[in-house]
């Protein structure tokens, strides 16, 4: 029985509204949806990421643990609130610092720091940190929000925009930084027209089951929905991001493999779905016995077509290892095992589809909008130009959203409907169903001589890759190509196997496997040094890859930077053990320790072709227009492909006008992953610059010197006395409507492995190591690390502030996956049992750029993303190593392990 | 659909509670991540409306907090050094957002073993009181936790405070908390303590494990082997067999049994180091 609403009276940031709503209903759902204040973000709707942070009468509350009645008659205060048209001083502040990365925590941020510099003007570090404390932030590493947040006082103005030429190297705050922190950016839960039609899916309880739909009309008949299921799917109801191993279906038709996994969706009006008990729809399950780690056999094969469930087989082998590691002086082996990570970014996955005459745009969260377009297509019975991908910004990434999520199913929605579909995953949904770092169980065995020189060196790990291959190829191949870490060695055997199970599909997840294989090697490399007599970092100095070196897949090596990360690192090093040595020299419960370990990561995809396509234009009207079709999931694509475009084509950056990845608009930049944007988009930047510099140049006679000058239409081009005008309103329209273009593609050189992994599999490589400082509670297995020294080899800086948003966001999640996380199917699906470091777990970062050109990247550079998550876990172990003796062999190195750990040190 | 009800008055919110079943609401911050929905889920009763539920008193049999005090609330209140270990607690529960609504009194009605609130109040001797529109009745805090997220409150009685007696208060708290990270983490284990002292020598103790058995619970044994020590003394004291015969931890995603043992034995050496060192500073 339905009786009318309640009407509350709210008053938001000064302004009286009047809704109906249930007061039970949480305040932040009332704010995004029934006053479209959508710049407060939900992220858990539990308390527990406070994305959702407004303030209640000044103080600092989550929207999703209000019910609006505790709203009626208070004083509301939302992101808002904060500003006008422009950022106010904490807005600025947050630019000013590169606080704002994917931007779904900043209005959160920016409220909890709000109410606390309102009653402490100014605060303390640790103040600042305890009141964001309750603020989950999955991009920066916090060092840069507490940094905005103690430098809102100053409030100094923005740097001046690079002048022509100067643009790569520049401080530059984000060119699309704005909408994040005024809370006007469009994500995928926030774009929302008049007759949008809600879905929500039908999950799986069980990690395995057959199952029978039952009278789903009569259900949506009495529940006044919509269902579709398998039987509506008008194309192939399979999709996968490698083609050949596409095994997943949009909607399982008779059998589910993992927990979570969709077998209907149900269509509604807000109210209506709102209301809806979907508990009730008609489903029976015939659950199946479930293995969804890699210790029992499964009761029957995941799919047909692998009877041993083995997904694929990575392989990478030169000279002798056995006889080599038969012969070395010192070996040191290990075992280890690690967890399913999460990726935990703080908006759950969201978006919305309608139709636009034939065309079925998808408007959603995306690290690949192409792949997204291609596999929506052939599920969905469509022409791939029948749909167009139109990249909604991102709450996170960090390869969470390079596979298909709601795209098929609002897509289905909306074609079946007719009306907008808009889908926003519930946070246990999205954690319950989306791609996790692959679990790895490895076995490693190194050698080196009596100085120290590696020998050779064994890996063999099993990787759980779980229900459906998703990226389970990519890991399986880059992980033997990686296992030896940055160092010679020339007799190698790596071999990796991913294994289908039952538990949640393992995918992308920032470094592809290699954070998982650079701690066993990290972990034998300290045995060795030790064993050697040498200092670890000198250890590790010795072994280096240098230029001209071969890897262990025989690719001659150019521009490799390991040698100067590690140089960067002595004296901090140096300054380290001396500082752990004096505080251990006293006796006590805490002891102090301090760890190295590196990283290399070859960027792009593995001996496969991955190229990105830039367009730049000049319209009749004086706009110059980059297509930017690299996907910017907060890393600062839009920021960094621009600086370099700009110095390419000699026009500021101030004069860029941006379309992004949309695919009805912008030329394919290929996926945002395995570090490949900065070099291989940014490369077809600078080629598409050059070009269209070239092109103007050839108009005017004039020579490669000449300066341009965009002034309204006219384009002035001059060199020493020389001037040339081009008129631009003169010019006749061209391509894609443009008066002058270019458009240049660029595709990494590689050459594929052979049956040894043999070959070049990548055209660039990036390197960095980090330092690890950290004291042990030995009494209760506690770790605090408090300082991390980074250098990291980018070949070319292209913007200092956004790289070094990167390393602090990597090391986050690097001791994320050393001491906390640990993602368990079923029972973590919350961000309270699910944990990620909050501001009081960070360390203070120190950040070493180093430039040492690639001979082949764009201006010298080098891809970052992954490789600054690689060295944290190996540094932390290898330091907690250092200060207890205790040698951790599953992560996350929770205190009860480190407590064992250190006891088993001891032989107690 | 569901009902909500939002009462300004304590007798009326009682005679709602006696006409049928109702899911009491404070803070919220516990009732809300049950459910994914948009929604309070049930009929509910909100008490946050009446006034007279909310704040801390004194009066002649000692400290009030009411039903509807929030953590914040407790953590600013000025109150004596017995109090110090609660009102620790108060600035370390969840957040800033969680301590500005949530409730004391909901931590004790949803009766998870983790709770902060528990090991605290159990130290301070405290009882809950009982109301429903028949009568009034006070359990002692851990007659009213009866397992793992289960209390004796019946269904038509409504927890309007939990109740401090003044002889309860006396001494200095001390709150230590153990979790795998900083800030919104619930706790592998905790030690709440309050200790008395004259002479440099204990004259009274009252420790509270939480995390490590269904319900939190105090340490007599070791409540005894501490009285009338010197202060220096005490942490060496307290050993693993003094503190496990009253605990029995779980194997969880966040610790083993053994670990929440150790760790159990190790936080209340801390807090007796920490209450010691406070002392000679003081002194």
């Known amino acids: 029985m339905n009786r009318p609403l309640e009407t509350i009276s709210l008053t938001v940031n000064g302004t009286t509204h009047t809704v109906a709503a249930a007061p039970g209903r949480r305040l932040s759902d009332v704010l995004r949806e029934d006053l479209r204040l959508f710049g407060t973000k939900v992220g858990c709707d539990a308390g527990d990421c406070g994305a959702c942070t407004v303030l209640l009468n000044g103080a600092a509350v989550c929207g999703c643990l209000t019910p609006v009645s505790h709203a009626e008659g208070a004083r509301i205060e939302t992101v808002e609130g904060l500003s006008t048209s422009d950022p106010g001083p904490l807005q600025r502040a947050f630019l000013r610092h590169g606080a704002a990365q994917c931007g779904i925590c900043s209005p959160g941020m920016l409220m909890a720091a709000t109410a606390l510099l309102r009653d402490t003007p100014g605060p303390t570090r640790a103040q600042v940190e305890t009141a964001l404390g309750g603020v989950l932030c999955r991009c920066t590493g916090y060092a840069k929000i507490i940094d905005a947040v103690l430098d809102v006082a100053a409030d100094r103005p923005a740097p001046a925009m690079p002048d022509v030429g100067h643009a790569v190297g520049a401080r530059l705050e984000r060119l699309d930084g704005a909408p994040k922190v005024l809370g006007t950016e469009i994500y995928g839960a926030d774009h929302v027209p008049p007759g949008t039609l809600e879905v929500r899916a039908i999950r799986s309880p069980h990690h395995a089951a057959t199952f029978s739909i039952g009278d789903t009309a009569a259900w949506s008949g009495k529940a006044s929905a919509q269902v579709f299921t398998a039987a509506d799917i008008p194309g192939e109801n399979c999709y996968g991001t490698i083609p050949a191993f596409a095994d997943q279906p949009a909607l399982a038709e008779s059998r589910v493999r993992q927990r979570g996994e969709a077998i209907a969706i149900v269509v509604a009006d807000r109210a209506t779905m709102d209301g809806l008990d979907l508990d009730g729809f008609p489903v029976t399950w015939a659950p199946e016995p479930a293995s969804i780690d890699l210790d029992t056999e499964p009761a029957r094969p995941l799919h047909d077509n692998r009877p041993d469930n083995l997904l694929i087989r990575g392989f990478v082998q030169t000279g002798d290892a056995d006889a080599a590691l038969a012969t070395a002086t010192h070996t040191a082996s290990l075992e280890f095992e690690t967890a399913y990570v999460e990726h935990a970014c703080v908006e759950p996955e969201a978006g919305i589809a309608w139709l636009d005459g034939d065309t079925l745009c998808i408007q959603a969260c995306t690290q690949a909008p192409v792949m997204d377009r291609d596999d929506c297509a052939r599920v969905l019975g469509l022409p791939q130009t029948a749909v167009r991908i139109i990249p909604a910004a991102a709450g996170g990434g960090f390869g969470a959203k390079l596979d298909l999520s709601l795209q098929p199913l609002i897509g289905l929605a909306a074609l079946k409907t007719g009306r907008p579909c808009r889908m926003v995953y519930t946070r246990a949904e999205s954690m319950a169903t989306t791609t996790k770092r692959h679990p790895a169980r490895m076995r490693a065995r190194i050698g080196c001589d009596a100085d120290g020189r590696v020998a050779a060196m064994t890996f063999d790990g099993d990787f759980n890759t779980g229900a459906y291959a998703s990226w389970g190829p990519t890991v399986a191949i880059r992980i033997p190509v990686h296992a030896s870490g940055p160092f010679r060695t020339p007799n190698y055997r790596a071999k990796a196997r991913a294994m289908h199970s039952n538990g949640p599909t393992s995918g992308a997840f920032r470094g592809f496997g290699v954070p998982q294989t650079a701690i066993v090697q990290e972990i034998l490399y300290d045995d060795l040094a030790g064993a050697a007599g040498l200092d670890r970092l000198e250890f590790r100095r010795l072994n280096a890859l240098r230029d001209g070196d071969r890897t262990v897949c025989g690719q001659k090596l150019r521009g490799a930077g390991i040698v100067e990360c590690l140089d960067a690192l002595r004296a901090p090093w140096a300054r380290a053990l001396a500082g752990a040595g004096a505080f251990n020299a006293a006796a006590g419960t805490v002891r102090r320790g301090v760890g190295v370990a590196t990283c290399w990561y070859g960027c792009g995809n593995t001996g496969l072709p991955n190229p990105s396509t830039v367009r730049i234009g000049l319209t009749a009207r004086g706009a110059l227009v980059l297509h930017q079709g690299a996907a910017d999931v907060g890393q600062g694509a839009n920021t960094a492909i621009t600086q370099i475009a700009a110095d390419a084509l000699g026009l500021p950056v101030a004069q860029f006008t941006l379309v992004g990845p949309d695919t009805a608009l912008t030329p394919d930049c290929g996926k945002t992953s395995a570090s490949r944007q900065t070099f291989v988009t940014g490369k077809a930047a600078m080629l598409a610059g050059q070009a269209l510099r070239r092109t103007i140049l050839s108009q005017t006679n004039m020579g490669d010197g000449a300066a341009l000058h965009l002034d309204g239409t006219r384009l002035i081009v001059s060199e020493g006395q020389g001037r040339h005008e081009i008129g631009l309103c003169t010019l006749p329209i061209a391509e894609n409507g443009y008066v002058l273009s270019a458009e240049q593609t660029y595709d990494p050189p590689t050459r594929g492995l052979d049956e040894n992994g043999q070959g070049e599999p990548y055209a660039v490589y990036g390197y960095g190591a980090h330092v690890a400082e950290l004291e042990v509670d030995t009494a209760l297995g506690t770790t605090r690390v408090h300082r991390i020294t980074a250098a990291h080899d980018l070949g070319r800086v292209v913007n200092p502030l956004l790289s070094e948003g990167q390393v602090e966001g990597g090391v986050a999640q690097g001791l994320g996956m050393a001491l906390m996380e640990e993602y368990f199917a079923g029972r973590t699906e919350n961000l309270h049992d699910y944990l990620i470091p909050t501001t009081g777990d960070m360390p203070r970062i120190d950040t070493i750029l180093i430039e040492k050109p690639d001979p082949e990247g764009p201006m010298g550079v080098k891809g970052l993303g992954e490789h600054v998550l690689i060295p944290t876990a190996p540094a932390i172990l290898n330091a907690i190593r250092h200060a207890t003796g205790a040698r951790i062999t599953r992560l996350p190195a929770l205190p009860h392990r480190v407590l064992a750990a250190i006891r088993a040190s001891h032989g107690t | ?283």
């Open chain 2, 1 to 283: 659909m569901a009902t909500y009800h939002r009462p300004t008055d304590l007798t009326e919110a009682l005679d709602l509670l006696g006409t049928s079943p109702l899911t009491v609401a404070a803070g919220c911050t516990d009732l809300y991540p049950t459910t994914q929905a948009k929604s309070l889920q049930g009929d509910i009763l909100d008490i946050t409306a009446i006034a007279s539920l909310r704040g801390i008193t004194l009066d002649g049999a000692g400290w009030r907090i009411g039903a509807a005090t929030t953590w914040a609330d407790i953590g600013r209140a000025d109150l004596p050094p017995g109090f110090a270990g609660l009102q620790q607690a108060a600035r370390e529960v969840g957040s800033v957002q969680i301590q500005n609504v949530g409730t004391i009194v909901g931590n004790l009605c949803t009766a998870s073993p983790a709770g902060d609130g528990a090991p605290c109040l159990l130290t301070l001797d405290a009882s809950v009181e009982l109301r429903s529109t028949a009568a009034t009745r006070v359990l002692a805090l851990h007659e009213f936790l009866t397992g793992a997220r289960q209390t004796a409150a019946r269904p038509d009685e409504l927890v309007t405070a939990t109740l401090i007696p003044a002889s309860a208060t006396a001494g200095t708290g001390q709150f230590e908390k153990l979790g795998a990270r900083r800030y919104l983490v619930i706790s592998i284990a905790m030690a709440a303590l309050r200790l008395q002292t004259g002479a440099g020598r204990i004259t009274g103790a009252a420790i509270a494990i939480g995390a490590c058995s269904p319900t939190a619970t105090r340490l007599p044994e070791l409540e005894t082997a501490l009285t009338g020590l010197p202060l220096p003394d005490a942490p060496r004291t307290v050993t693993r067999d003094l503190i496990a015969r009253r605990l029995d931890p779980i194997d969880d995603i966040r610790a083993d049994r053994d670990y929440r043992i150790d760790a159990a034995t190790e936080l209340v050496r801390r807090g007796l180091a920490n209450l010691t060192v406070a002392k000679e500073a003081a002194a």
